[in-house]
T-cell receptor
Framework: GENVEQHPSTLSVQEGDSAVIKCTYS??????FPWYKQELGKRPQLIID?????GEKKDQRIAVTLNKTAKHFSLHITETQPEDSAVYFC?????????????FGKGTLLTVNP | NAGVTQTPKFQVLKTGQSMTLQCAQD?????MYWYRQDPGMGLRLIYY???????DKGEVPNGYNVSRLNKREFSLRLESAAPSQTSVYFCASSEWVSNEQFFGPGTRLTVL
């Protein structure tokens, strides 16, 4: 089955700096890569996703890049703000096949220091 | 729309007791999922239901059973709770077209 590795497990940055979280996946059939944000005590929520026919996607201060050859994808947050502090999870899926499952990484705790 | 709802929010059980966690969604989604979240372990899939009438094991199914009661409802049952099942349990649902999963608020379960 799919295996998703996520690094780093914790990340501390100063407000205004950029943050990068990286994930690798094992199943070359995976074609859908979402990122979820979970604030303390809350439910995970989708913040951005990318499909394998796209190399990069941006949404304001958030961007995701995908390298299918190397089987890795990354989340980039620019101009970080204290409200970006949360746990971020990457995931991978073979969307559109018979498998509707997401396999999640173990998460990155991002702390943005004012 | 309430989205995905879960009951109860909190539960304390003694070892060997049984209970059922309830989940419902009002978004007309086909697929539903049960995850457990433990510190440092991320979200691990227990069971999922790709569509009404089907259920499949996920990564950590031992000690759990599920029922897809109808398109809206997907329950998770612990027949004989063990301390290793102390965790936060999340239910989620998704549509086949987008695959975005919407999560419920979670149930914090403690087994003594």
């Amino acid at each position: 089955g799919e295996n998703v590795e996520q690094h780093p497990s914790t990340l501390s940055v100063q407000e205004g700096d950029s943050a990068v979280i990286k994930c690798t996946y094992s199943d070359s059939a995976s074609n859908y890569f979402p990122w979820y944000k979970q604030e303390l005590g809350k439910r995970p929520q989708l913040i951005i996703d990318i499909r394998s026919n796209v190399g990069e996607k941006k949404d304001q201060r958030i961007a995701v890049t995908l390298n299918k050859t190397a089987k890795h994808f990354s989340l980039h947050i620019t101009e970080t703000q204290p409200e970006d502090s949360a746990v971020y999870f990457c995931a991978a899926s073979n969307f559109g096949g018979s498998n509707y499952k997401l396999t999640f990484g173990k998460g990155t705790l991002l702390t943005v220091n004012p | 729309n309430a989205g995905v709802t879960q009951t109860p929010k909190f539960q304390v059980l003694k070892t060997g007791q049984s209970m059922t966690l309830q989940c419902a969604q009002d978004m007309n989604h086909n697929s539903m999922y049960w995850y457990r979240q433990d510190p440092g372990m991320g979200l691990r899939l227990i069971y999922y239901s790709a569509s009404e009438g089907t259920t499949d094991k996920g990564e950590v199914p031992n000690g759990y059973n599920v029922s897809r009661l109808n398109k809206r409802e997907f329950s998770l049952r612990l027949e004989s709770a063990a301390p290793s099942q102390t965790s936060v349990y999340f239910c989620a649902s998704s549509e086949w077209v987008s695959n975005e999963q919407f999560f419920g608020p979670g149930t914090r379960l403690t087994v003594l």
